[in-house]
């Protein structure tokens, strides 16, 4: 069975400091990694995700995100936190064999103070 | 390019009752997932569709929920009856079913239930 913990129910960060929201994944085989946000009464956006290839993953509105197999995590991260970055963001993965279904964490609310 | 499209963005039925919601994936995408996201949870799946054929429905409540893509496009899912417990957001995603489940999944803005 395949899994997501994200640790963190809300993180809270001021405007202008770097963010990171922390993903823990277990899956059988090679894990597919994603991450998407959510703003209040629309759906989920996609921000990026991890296929190969460098562990540093780039993605939409300046987000990234670091794969580590050794730890088995995929965190969120962010140099500069703007305001509008406060929504709630989901980590999922799905395993590598075929399966094709993702499995998403709880969700972390971030809060930007200005 | 258009996205996702769902209908309606909110329904309030009593327990018992039926309800529909209805989803248009982005145009050209063969994979089609439905998800219910309670409050405070992630979304969970409940089908996928690739064209009309369903390739998972492990975690859908039979008794009581039903889907159909007749023409490979767009896809409606029911409940009947519903539940107080099925309060929830229903989501619908597509991909363009690339190889390996490499594809990102897009999702429509989703339908909030309300079960009274």
């Known amino acids: 069975a395949q899994s997501v913990a994200q640790p963190e129910d809300q993180v809270n960060v001021a405007e202008g400091n770097p963010l990171t929201v922390k993903c823990t994944y277990s899956v059988s085989g090679n894990p597919y990694l994603f991450w998407y946000v959510q703003y209040p009464n629309r759906g989920l956006q996609f921000l990026l995700k991890?296929?190969?290839?460098?562990?540093l993953v780039k993605g939409s509105y300046g987000f990234e995100a670091e794969f580590n197999k050794s730890q088995t995590s995929f965190h969120l991260k962010k140099p500069s936190a703007l305001v509008s970055d406060s929504a709630l963001y989901f980590c999922?993965?799905?395993?590598?064999?075929?399966?094709?279904?993702?499995?998403f964490g709880s969700g972390t609310r971030l809060q930007v103070q200005p | 390019e258009a996205g996702v499209a769902q209908s309606p963005r909110y329904k309030i039925i009593e327990k018992r009752q039926s309800v529909a919601f209805w989803c248009n994936p982005i145009s050209g995408h063969a994979t089609l997932y439905w998800y219910q996201q309670i409050l405070g949870q992630g979304p969970k799946l409940l089908i996928q569709?690739?064209?009309?054929?369903?390739?998972?429905d492990s975690q859908l409540p039979k008794d009581r929920f039903s889907a159909e893509r007749l023409k490979g496009v767009d896809s409606t899912l029911k409940i009947q009856p519903a539940k107080l417990e099925d309060s929830a957001v229903y989501l619908c995603?597509?991909?363009?079913?690339?190889?390996?489940?490499?594809?990102?999944?897009?999702f429509g803005p989703g339908t909030r239930l309300t079960v009274l």
């Open positions: 995603a597509s991909s363009p079913a690339g190889p390996g489940g490499t594809d990102t999944q897009y």
């Open positions: 569709f690739q064209n009309n054929g369903v390739v998972d």
């Open positions: 999922a993965v799905r395993d590598g064999t075929g399966r094709r279904a993702l499995t």
């Open positions: 991890y296929i190969t290839g460098d562990n």
